[in-house]
């Protein structure tokens, strides 16, 4: 399941952020909440069970609206902007089903959710954060996953 969402994560910024995200070291942790986030949470069932998180710092939230919006400027996070998140989280979550799928395993994606300040990372099941980052952008992947 990482590798597949991290594939689409990339793939999926990169074509319509136009941001070459470089994937960094995962890493495991006990933290339920990160504060101070923006966050576009997903969870997802079938052959594997599990939560998606992509998170964001409020900065890269709104670099990330912009982009998804043609460039034009967000100065807050309102309806459009945080519109744009959802459906960038639709993408890259989509990305991760097909690449999924390629491998004989399926899974249905549910609506994404948006949350602001205090971000709930954890799922039910081992949690892994993977950060993507460039000069310009940092994004984190908290992914919480079980096998049936």
């Known amino acids: 399941m990482n590798e597949a969402l991290i594939k689409a994560a990339t793939d999926t910024i990169s074509m319509v952020c136009g941001q070459e995200l470089v994937v960094k070291e995962g890493y495991c942790h006990k933290r339920e909440v990160i504060e101070n986030s923006i966050a576009v949470v ?5 052959d594997i069970i599990g939560k998606v998180v992509i998170r964001f710092n409020e900065d890269n939230a709104k670099k990330t609206a912009s982009a998804m919006m043609c460039g034009m400027p967000v100065e807050e996070l309102d309806e459009m902007a945080t519109s744009a998140l959802s459906e960038l989280g639709n993408m890259i979550m989509g990305g991760a089903a097909t690449n999924i799928a390629e491998k ?3 899974v249905d994606i ?12 954890k799922g039910e099941a081992y949690s892994v954060s993977i950060p993507l980052e460039n000069e310009e952008m940092r994004v984190v992947l908290d992914i919480s996953v079980s096998r049936k």
């Open 42 to 46: 997903l969870e997802f069932v079938g």
């Open 110 to 121: 549910t609506t994404p959710v948006l949350e602001s300040g205090a971000v709930h990372i």
């Open 104 to 106: 004989g395993a399926t």
